[in-house]
């Protein structure tokens, strides 16, 4: 994680694998919560890529949990 870390603190843009890792990594509660800060904040400073956007919500999709009901109850 601090190779991934430190690519964003260098202003340069994860591998969609590594911002999925990232994102998986955060939904499962694996990095302390200081980590978790550090990281959307350097994300933030460095400008999130479309790609890196749409492997964080992949990830965040693989943890859906799928509602039952009708969508009005």
């Known amino acids: 994680m601090s190779s991934e870390l430190r690519k964003l603190v260098e202003k340069r843009d994860l591998t969609s694998d590594e911002a999925f890792y990232i994102a998986s990594s955060i ?17 933030r400073m460095k400008a999130e890529t479309p790609d890196e956007i749409a492997s964080f919500v992949r990830s965040m999709r693989s943890f859906m949990i799928k509602a039952e009901g009708s969508p009005n109850s």
Request: hydrophobic residues 65%; glycine residues 12%; charged residues 20%.
């Open 27 to 43: 939904m499962k509660g694996e990095l302390p919560d200081a980590l978790v800060a550090g990281i959307l904040i350097a994300l």
